[in-house]
Every structure is written in structure tokens, then in C-alpha cells.
């Protein structure tokens, strides 16, 4: 008797498309206004933006398809120009690195599983920058957090990853004033200018019940494992370098966060991936996605334009 066939899976994958490169979407800050009120008006200005998205997604795909929903890099980021010292940039730090998180569970907690379905989000990146030992001398920590509406922890929060970025751009601060021996040095505004470390050895992270562990659980949907790239480190990072942050290494979606970073015929994927989805931030924003044929790049998918920044693709693994 013959065996029965697999039945394919199918998933949907919807991208906001905005311009980060110069954090077009910031508002300007108000004469007198601390730092942390800014910080928290462009965050939830954010969220709102991108659970108005999330529901007009998926409202036009079926209830029980996954749906994977990607931002580009930087999205998280306010302009660097709007910082009026050093003060201000080690609260910038601090306040993202402790409220960003907490404010993409609220997200999450307003998007129940039983009304839109399964959700995972590839929410681009923020960049913070952490002083180092010698003083002026910071490492960046850009990353992605990833969370999802319907796997909860025993305390009620649903767990979360989150994978940093490897090596940083000499754009990805603005323009560079210089290059130095370990990095670039970028003037913010005047009276603060800071030399940036081109590479860190920060690891991914996840949080379940059994705490923080070093690799994200990149197999939140059944059968349906992903990879992320963050713009340079798809250039730079070889494909299987990272796989032990990875709990499932055989990806089969591949996501390229990025800004000023485009898919390359030539780049040899893992031989599990079957799709390459890119959301890049430089000019106006641009999100693509292809099927991997051979290890490279095959054709692009049509996506359908749901709104001026949101578009949707169907894939069937």
C-alpha cells in the first residue's frame, strides 16, 4: 500500500515597509521633554502602528495559518541627533533594553490566539550601545526580539527570543566621521561623539521555563523552523556559523532584517531553507521574498499589497 502523502503546510508572512535609515518614522521631540517621555510616545506610536497592521493582516489570510510578521532593522530607533548628551544615550540604553520588551507582551496580549490566529513576530531591530571599560568606547547591541501570541511561560508571559546582531555597519549610526582600528567613530551631536566597535560576540537568548538559555526557539510553529540575518551579518556571518543559538538548525525561511543590505544570487543557503524573505529599511523601505532553488535564490513570490506599507505572501513548505 502506498503511503499517504505529507499534507503541506502553509504559512503567511507579512512585512511592514518603512524607511529606517534615518528613523523617517520619529516624530520630533518636544521643547522641555525628558528623554524617557520621548522614548515612550515613539514606542507606543510603534506598537499601535504595528497591531493596526497585524489585524489588517490577518483579516485576509485563514484563522488557523500561522502568520510570521517581520519589521525591518532600526525600527525601534529614534533619530541619534535628538540625544543632547551622554546622559541621555546611557538612558536611551536603559529604557530600551527594560520597557521594549514589555511593551511588545502588551502587543502580544492584545492579539489573542482564539481572534487572529497564531502569531509570531520578527520585530526588526533596536540598537543601544553599551560602554565599555574604556571610557568613549561603546559595543553595540543591535537586536531582534521575537515574540508570539499563544506560548506562554508559568508565570502567564509568553516567551521570547532574541538574536543580536554580529557585526556592525559603518552606516549603521548614521554617516561615520571615521574608521578606527576597532570601529567607527560617529559624532550624534555636538559635545557627543563616540567610537563604536565594529564587531561583538553578543549570542541569541530565549526565555521559557527554564529561564534564559543561548538558543532562541526558532521552532515556535511546529515544522516550520526559521533563520534571521541582521543586514552585514549576511554578508559576513558563514550560513551554519550560528547554528548552535539555533534549537532547530534545518531552517526552512530564511529573514533578512536589514537596512542598505539586498539578497544575493550568489549567497549558498543551507540546503533545508526553501524561501528568502527580505524587509530593508534604506530609502523608502522594501520587502521581497524568493523561493531557494539549489541553495540560491530561484524566483520571487508575488505578494499581495494589502495596504501602502503592509504586503502578504502565502507559502506552502
Given amino acids: 500500500m502506498d503511503k499517504p502523502k505529507e499534507k503541506n503546510m502553509k504559512i503567511n508572512v507579512a512585512s511592514i515597509r518603512q524607511a529606517t535609515f534615518l528613523s ?7 521643547s522641555g521633554q525628558s528623554i524617557q517621555d520621548y522614548l515612550a510616545k515613539e514606542i507606543e506610536r510603534r506598537i499601535d502602528l504595528v497591531r493596526e497592521n497585524i489585524i489588517s493582516a490577518s483579516e485576509n489570510k485563514e484563522k488557523n495559518t500561522p502568520l510570521f510578521f517581520s519589521l525591518p532593522e532600526f525600527f525601534w530607533n529614534i533619530k541619534w541627533n535628538t540625544l543632547k548628551n551622554k546622559d541621555e544615550l546611557y538612558q536611551l540604553t536603559d529604557y530600551m533594553m527594560h520597557h521594549l520588551s514589555d ?18 513576530l520578527l520585530a526588526g531591530t533596536v540598537v543601544v550601545l ?12 543591535n537586536y531582534c526580539l521575537i515574540s508570539n501570541n499563544f506560548k506562554k511561560k508559568n508565570d502567564g508571559r509568553f516567551e521570547r527570543s532574541m538574536w543580536p546582531k554580529r557585526t556592525t555597519s559603518q552606516i549603521d549610526f548614521g554617516l561615520r566621521d571615521k574608521v578606527t582600528n576597532n570601529g567607527f567613530i560617529f559624532t550624534f551631536t555636538d559635545g557627543l561623539t563616540v567610537e563604536v566597535l565594529n564587531k561583538t560576540q553578543h549570542v541569541g537568548e530565549h526565555d521559557n521555563n527554564m529561564n534564559y538559555g543561548f538558543s532562541i526557539d526558532n521552532n515556535i510553529i511546529d515544522d516550520c523552523p526559521f533563520s534571521i540575518n541582521l543586514c552585514l551579518d549576511y554578508e559576513t556571518v558563514k550560513p551554519g556559523e550560528r547554528n548552535d543559538e539555533l534549537i532547530e538548525s534545518s531552517s526552512k525561511i530564511d529573514f533578512l532584517l536589514a537596512c542598505g543590505m539586498s539578497l544575493s544570487p550568489n549567497y549558498k543557503y543551507p540546503p533545508s531553507v526553501r524561501f528568502a524573505v527580505r524587509n530593508d529599511g534604506m530609502r523608502n523601505g522594501k520587502v521581497e521574498c524568493f523561493s531557494i532553488k539549489d ?3 530561484f524566483q520571487q513570490v508575488p505578494q499581495k499589497e494589502l495596504n501602502t506599507r503592509l504586503s502578504m505572501v502565502e507559502l506552502t513548505l
Fill in 130 to 141: 553599551v560602554e565599555t571599560s574604556k571610557d568613549g568606547v561603546f559595543e553595540p547591541l
Fill in 103 to 120: 511593551a511588545q507582551e502588551s502587543l502580544m496580549n492584545s492579539l489573542p490566539e482564539n481572534e487572529v490566529g497564531k502569531i509570531i
Fill in 24 to 30: 523617517e518614522f520619529s516624530l520630533d521631540r518636544e
Fill in 295 to 297: 541553495r540560491h535564490l
